[in-house]
């Protein structure tokens, strides 16, 4: 396949991560869209890495598995400190610090 | 290949002051671990923090501030990084003071609180030094991700639960249309070097046409996404608006360092990044010009002009404190975003005065901010009603950072703004000057406005009579630091030739 | 002055490091007693606020007398000490550095401030301890606070610095005035003296501003390079906070004079050709050089040290003026007094002579310069129109009467126009309106200082019209005799003011005459140091005031150079001199008749004072202190006698005194603090007439004049009278104030004569008219505030009925258009000018509720501010 087909499915990718993380309200769908964001970065990189022909865009790859791995594990303790303390997981009922 | 790892290995001996944080961070949990039963666990533990940033300060004093670059080009050593390094070192140190005192961080977990820090303070000298993508990236996200469990770091308090929640999906939100940014900006040119962008954006720049149009979208986009992460650090509008919120929910000696130690970090790598990769070599004038006709500067300074006024405007009707200084230190972004404005010699040497200035006053205001809340446990303007009369040296350190953060002379406020506002009128003169008149004109409205909301505190705090009688008794470390602080602002009020030299000494930043 | 008729050089710079100490002191205790002032007052440490705020000054006197030994030391032409700390700022060419500089000028009015400062300080110790305002540290603290910001003004070496002290002097005299803020009336005179000395400040910065305009033409006339050269990368910038003068002299390209000077002098005739020319056209050939200004300063510096070691070696003396210019004066933009003095004095840089002939609307603008900067001094030094704010200003309590509104804020003006005497005498007729207005301002004050009955109002009055004998003397060019009479004022009227402060304490804070007399019986220290300053103010041979006055009105006779519109007025010099004999006169008569009704006759307090004392603010406060008369006397053992006077005292001089008063309110001596201040001032009153002893006497010209001559070099061409002249008319003054005397002795002796009651009644209308100070206050009311009040009260009602109306009607016009519409109605009703402030809290209301709290609204803004920024980049072109 031709690097631009990955690069255009990488920004479908990135458009339904960035728009789900804007409409959905469970925070852990939420999470999953930035996931998705991220993924679809990691993918573009690769694709680019390919047509550039050096490693780099491989190499952040490796880092950005480590860090989203590590962004899920403290956003998922966040989630679980609110859930704590408020009992949901809609992420508009946690508005109370505003204006 | 052993060249390259000849070169990591030389590398190190740049790299001490960040291996000590680095180890030091790793020390610190352990030590909270061992510490357990230690009755004077708190006390040790700040001393082991102090210790490490001591330390690290030795290190980084000892060290050449000759421009080198470090891990084959991943990471600078200059004097601009050195000169960024000092102010978060100094952050780190004065939170590391505040919390030792306060009982914002309770005992049990006090340890883990330092350890953390330590960490972030790496981070932005990562940040201050990158100059490569890569390093961009995780530099931002380990001052980020840490900073999102600090935020959050009483699990049981709901509005610092609430805080977390938001700056954790607003901060991965923008860096991960950073990274995508990123990824594009590899695509267009091929590398993840900064220091080599400039001659090949100017390549690019050169094709004409519709490739040519296409091309000019992409990098521009590509920019802007990366721009979503230095802008949501440095809290510049449009990426401001996680800012009042977590500044709020946050425990206050940690949004006091969020407020000076990232913002700083933040604007350091964005002078590294602008200027070195999207503007011309510095002319004799000490000026220098955006490169591939794409007018940074301009939007820049349009970013700068919306951010101070939507700051200041916003900053008007708040009653909370802590949210009135979140939105200040918006509109305080947008001041310094003048100097980025200017792609100057003096700009830049604008921002970094800036930064160290904002450093103490901004500090000094959130300490009397938890002064008070210790007293009253409130945060409410109201509760200032009357404090010359509760605690006169509270009050009247606090008017001297009010004042220093308007500009008014003779505080260090007005020497920093002095510097900012005379790099964009010294551009005034030169092509498109009407455009960084009015940007000069804006400010200074904007300085004009931030004092009626700054007026609005002192008011309370010296005419008007006390509405609650709790006894304000600052602890001595506490009185000591805000003395010391008042002090410092009066002193770089008058006697500014010390940061002066020492910020143009640290202008000089490794190129390509 | 004449002989001064030499070539002028520049003036050399001797360095002193240790001069900003002087102005360091008073600013440490001002600080000590604001942070840590209400402690000590609530600890019980009362007299430490005084020990710190007395010792701050003691030690800045004795630094500036080390100043004066040192500068004693030096050869007349070298008394110019400078130490310059470091960068302010540095715009463009102009740097303004933070700096000090005395010459003897400066030495002269520094050792007033700090000496009598010291001795006012001590004085404020007895006098304030007992105050109910109870903010004994406040006190301190403005005063201290003032000494430094008048060292400030008085050392500061250039504009900028002069005018932060000029400011701060302002606002501390308002603070002072004001110092009891629960009264309404003296906050009001506080405000009074802000408002009319804003007034001043303008005509000051309008001087400025001409005089600036000015020089900028002749600077860009003699400056033949191009613009500013700019070199800054990042590394050596220009905006440097270089603290040295090299670097800041490298900083601003200026031109050496040498280019002028060297081509002259090889046309001319003698051939020497000294070594320091062969480098002038080696440098004239580069100009180049210009560009690179850390080059350019080395060979000057070079020059300059030439200059001063190996002169002597070729230097004949009609060189050593080139010589001089050649090698140190820079012209160019400067805010530094002795730059810009050395750039219009002397004459090779061409600038005075480009500045005399330079017009604004058709008038010289010397003369206007001259006039507005004597605007400003007019506001700081009381002179007519603006001295109303003087006479109010005696609210303040009494040692800063005399501190501020005698010895040396209000001496201000007279300082910066002796400053500024090479600009002043460049233009006879701004020196003929200077010597003008001193000289109506003389006669007019002192008229009212007849009939007053406030022995401070009386005192308040006399300064003014002495102040105006003062601007007689920088007016007509005898600037040596203008500071000397403001040396010996600043001793007889701290004198008198202090002693006043003594019979007001003595007689239980009253202030009407009427109600005092017979004092010396009770205060015979306060009575013979008051009659010596009445003395030296009425200008008896033994005491100092003659020499001062007695050398202005000399002068003022004997000069012909004076005009008015341009043209030489020769009549105003004599003119001059008989009002100004007249208000000499009328001066001895209305000091004399306080004098007499103060401390002749019999007491006449005591009776009807418990009314007086029910009005008076002071009194009704201070009677809890007498329920417990001993309280503070453990707390604070430093002026053991300080606190027997006031409310403390009047059982035990009930006692004493048991006929008098009945009830105990017989007036007392002040304690030692008092006094001994007296004394000294009294001392100094009759010992400064040994600096002024005229030449006619001694041969030889007077100490102060000699002393005073490097730092006033300007030459004024005074008509040469015989001796035997002065000897009439030294005389001619004795006989002024002997006839004051005379007239006041008979009339108010003891206090016997019915004459001025019957005099009063038959001149009951000039009476009135003088008494109340010939209305001007209310002139003031009826020119000034009531035509703004009407104005603004005419503005409310334009806004009211007139913008309301257009407002309600466009109102009404939106509504119909655009139905009816509560949310247009609100915005359009609020008028024009709280549209503004509206908008911009409504702005903030309104962003504020975008932060909605929900993180998903963030991201939206996010997202639509992302896109926008990229649009952005495409709009701009």
């Not at chain 2, 008007?464 to 009688?469: D, K, L, Q, S, Y």
């Not at chain 3, 007296?678 to 005229?694: H, K, N, Q």
């Amino acid at each position: 396949m031709d690097a631009n087909q990955y690069i255009a499915l990488a920004a479908f990718l990135f458009g339904i991560g960035l728009v789900g993380v804007v409409v959905k309200r469970n925070m852990l769908v939420v999470f999953m869209c930035i996931e998705l964001m991220l993924n679809a970065a990691n993918l573009t990189f690769l694709a680019f890495a390919r047509r550039a022909g050096n490693m780099n865009g491989h190499a952040i790859a490796f880092f950005v598995i480590a860090v989203a791995a590590a962004e899920a594990a403290v956003g998922l303790a966040i989630v679980i400190a609110v859930f704590r303390t408020r009992g949901t997981l809609n992420v508009d009922e946690v508005a109370s610090l505003r204006n | 290949m052993e060249q390259l790892i000849g070169n990591n290995l030389a590398s190190v001996a740049g790299f001490r002051p960040e291996l000590v944080l680095t180890f030091g961070s790793i020390a610190l949990l352990v030590l909270d671990l061992v510490l357990r039963r230690s009755r004077s666990r708190r006390a040790l533990l700040a001393g082991a923090a102090v210790i490490v940033l001591g330390l690290a300060a030795v290190l980084l004093a000892a060290q050449s501030t000759a421009s080198t670059p470090l891990f084959n080009g991943m990471i600078a050593s200059d004097a601009f990084a050195t000169f960024f390094k000092w102010i978060f070192l100094a952050a780190g140190f004065l939170t590391v003071l505040i919390v030792a005192q306060g009982d914002d961080y309770p005992s049990p977990r006090v340890g883990e609180f330092y350890g953390l820090l330590l960490a972030v303070v790496l981070g932005m000298f990562l940040m201050a030094s990158a100059t490569n993508l890569l390093t961009i990236y995780m530099s931002i996200e380990l001052v980020s991700m840490v900073s999102y469990v600090l935020a959050g770091f009483r699990k049981s308090d709901r509005k610092a639960a609430e805080a977390s929640l938001k700056y954790v999906i607003y901060g991965s939100v923008a860096s991960g249309v950073m990274l995508f940014g990123m990824s594009y900006l590899y695509g267009l040119l091929g590398t993840f070097d900064v220091l080599a962008f400039a001659p090949k954006i100017a390549e690019l720049s050169a094709t004409t046409g519709a490739a040519g149009a296409a091309t000019k979208l992409a990098l521009v986009v590509a920019v802007v996404f990366v721009s979503s992460g230095v802008g949501y650090k440095i809290a510049s509008v449009p990426w401001h608006m996680w800012c009042p919120d977590v500044y709020e929910g946050a425990p206050t000696p940690f949004t006091a360092f969020l407020s000076v130690g990232p913002k700083a970090a933040g604007f350091a790598l964005a002078l590294r990044f602008f200027l070195g990769s999207f503007a011309g070599p510095m002319g004799a004038n000490g000026m220098a010009e955006s490169i591939a006709g794409i007018p940074w500067p301009a939007v820049i300074g349009v970013l700068s002009a919306v951010t101070m006024t939507l700051g200041n405007l916003t900053a008007i009707a708040q009653t909370n404190l802590k949210r009135l200084l979140a939105y200040s230190s918006i509109a305080h972004a947008g001041y310094t975003l003048m100097g980025l404005a200017t792609l100057s010699a003096l700009g830049m040497q604008g921002v970094m005065i800036y930064m160290l200035i904002y450093l103490v006053m901004n500090l000094g205001a959130f300490l009397v901010v938890i002064v008070v809340a210790e007293a009253t446990g409130s945060e409410s303007i109201f509760d200032y009603s009357g404090l010359v009369h509760r605690h006169p040296l509270a009050a009247i350190a606090f008017g001297i950072f009010l004042f220093s953060l308007t500009g008014l002379p003779p505080f260090a406020g007005f020497t920093g703004k002095w510097y900012l506002f005379y790099a964009v009128i010294e551009r005034a003169s030169g092509p498109a000057g009407f455009w960084y008149g009015a940007l000069a004109v804006v400010g200074a409205l904007n300085t004009a406005v931030s004092l009626y909301y700054y007026a609005r505190i002192i008011r309370a705090m010296f005419l008007e009579a006390p509405h609650v009688t709790d006894r304000v008794a600052p602890k001595l470390g506490y009185q000591l630091m805000l003395g010391a602080f008042s002090a410092a602002i009066l002193v770089f009020g008058i006697w500014w030739a010390p940061i002066v030299e020492w910020s143009q000494r640290s202008m000089v930043m490794l190129r390509g | 002055m004449e002989h001064a008729s030499h070539a002028l050089g520049p003036v050399l710079v001797e360095h002193a490091s240790y001069l900003w100490l002087v102005p360091l002191f008073p600013l440490l205790g001002a600080l000590v007693n604001v942070l840590f002032g209400w402690r000590f007052e609530r600890s019980g440490k009362k007299s430490l606020v005084h020990v710190v705020a007395v010792g701050a000054m003691a030690l800045s006197f004795l630094t500036a007398a080390y100043a004066f030994v040192q500068m004693l030391h030096l050869p007349a032409e070298r008394r110019f000490l400078q130490n310059t700390l470091w960068n302010l700022f540095s715009a463009g060419r102009v740097t303004v550095d933070l700096a000090f500089a005395l010459d003897p000028l400066s030495m002269m009015m520094v050792l007033i401030i700090t000496f009598i400062g010291t001795l006012i300080h001590l004085f404020s110790v007895g006098y304030m301890w007992e105050d109910e305002a109870k903010a004994y540290w406040r006190f301190f603290a403005w005063l201290n606070l003032f000494v430094f910001s008048m060292l400030l003004l008085v050392m500061g070496d250039n504009f900028v610095l002069m005018f932060f002290g000029w400011e701060g002097v302002g606002l501390c005299s308002y603070g002072l005035i004001a110092f009891y803020y629960t009264d309404r009336e003296k906050a009001a005179a506080g405000m009074k003296a802000f408002v009319v000395n804003r007034f001043g400040d303008f005509g000051f910065l309008a001087g400025l501003f001409l005089l600036f305009w000015g020089l900028g033409g002749a600077w860009a006339a003699s400056c033949h390079t191009g613009g500013p050269s700019y070199q800054a990368t990042p590394g050596m910038h220009s905006l440097a906070g270089a603290s040295d003068a090299a670097a800041s002299l490298a900083l601003a390209p200026r031109v050496s004079l040498r280019e002028h000077a060297a081509p002259a002098k090889h046309g001319a005739p003698a051939g020497h050709a000294a070594p320091a020319e062969h480098a002038a056209p080696a440098e004239h050939a580069a100009p180049a050089e210009h560009a690179a200004p850390a080059e350019h300063a080395v060979p000057a510096e070079h020059g300059a040290a030439a200059e001063h070691g190996t002169a002597p070696g070729h230097a004949t003396a009609s060189a050593k003026g080139e010589h001089g210019v050649g090698a140190q004066v820079m012209v160019g933009p400067t805010l530094n007094f002795r730059e810009l003095r050395d750039q219009v004095v002397i004459e090779e840089t061409g600038i005075a002579e480009h500045l005399k002939d330079q017009r604004v609307w058709g008038v010289a603008l010397l003369a206007l310069v001259g006039i507005f900067l004597f605007v400003g001094a007019m506001g700081k030094s009381a002179q007519l129109p603006l001295y109303v704010w003087l006479p109010d200003a005696m609210a303040g309590p009494t040692p800063v009467s005399a501190l501020i509104h005698a010895a040396t804020m209000v001496t201000a003006g007279v300082y910066m126009v002796a400053r500024l005497n090479f600009i002043f005498a460049l233009s006879p007729s701004a020196m003929g309106w200077v010597a003008l207005i001193g000289t109506l301002t003389a006669v007019f004050a002192a008229s009212i200082g007849f009939f007053q009955y406030d022995i401070k109002k009386v005192l308040a009055y006399s300064t003014v019209s002495q102040l105006g004998f003062m601007f007689i003397g920088v007016g007509v060019g005898v600037y040596w005799a203008g500071a000397y009479h403001l040396l010996t004022h600043a001793f007889f009227k701290a004198c008198l003011f202090l002693g006043s402060g003594s019979v007001i304490l003595g007689c239980h804070h009253e202030q009407d005459m009427r109600k005092m007399g017979g004092l010396k019986k009770y205060m015979p220290i306060t009575r013979w140091t008051y009659l010596i300053a009445c003395w030296a103010i009425a200008g008896f041979p033994w005491a100092a005031g003659f020499y001062s006055k007695d050398e202005i009105l000399w002068k003022a006779f004997t000069s012909e150079h004076l005009a008015l519109f341009g043209t030489a007025t020769p009549w105003l010099g004599p003119a001059i001199y008989i009002a100004g004999l007249l208000a000499a006169t009328g001066t001895s008569f209305y000091m004399f008749r306080s004098y007499f009704m103060t401390f002749t006759g019999e007491y006449r307090g005591g009776q009807g004072h418990g009314h007086e004392h029910g009005e008076d603010p002071h009194a009704s406060v201070a009677a809890p202190h007498h329920a417990d008369p001993h309280g503070h006397h453990d707390a604070h053992p430093a002026p053991d006698p300080a606190p027997a006077h006031g409310a403390h005292g009047h059982d035990a001089h009930g006692q004493a005194h048991g006929g008098h008063g009945g009830h105990g309110h017989t007036p007392h001596e002040s304690p030692w603090t008092i006094t001994l201040v007296l004394v000294v001032l009294a001392a100094g009153a009759v010992l400064c007439s040994l600096l002024g002893l005229p030449a006619a006497w001694t041969g030889h010209e007077p100490l102060l004049e000699q002393w005073l001559s490097p730092a006033l070099t300007a030459e004024v061409p005074f008509v040469h009278k015989p001796h035997a002249l002065e000897f009439v008319f030294q005389a001619l003054g004795v006989g002024a104030g002997a006839i004051g005397f005379v007239f006041a002795w008979v009339l108010y002796k003891d206090n016997k004569s019915k004459v001025p009651a019957a005099l009063k009644e038959k001149f009951l209308g000039v009476w009135t008219v003088v008494y109340n100070k010939y209305y001007v206050d209310e002139l003031y009311d009826l020119v000034v505030i009531r035509p703004s009040l009407a104005w603004s009260r005419a503005l409310s009602w334009f806004d009211g009925h007139i913008i309301d109306w257009l407002v309600n009607f466009a109102g009404s016009v939106a509504r119909g258009f655009a139905g009816i519409d509560g949310w247009i109605d609100k915005h359009f009703v609020d008028g024009a000018v709280n549209a503004v402030a509206t908008l911009t809290i409504e702005g903030g209301r309104t962003l504020r509720r975008v932060q909605t709290g929900r993180i998903q609204t963030y991201l939206y803004g996010a997202l639509a501010g992302g896109l926008a920024v990229i649009l952005l980049n495409f709009l701009i072109p």
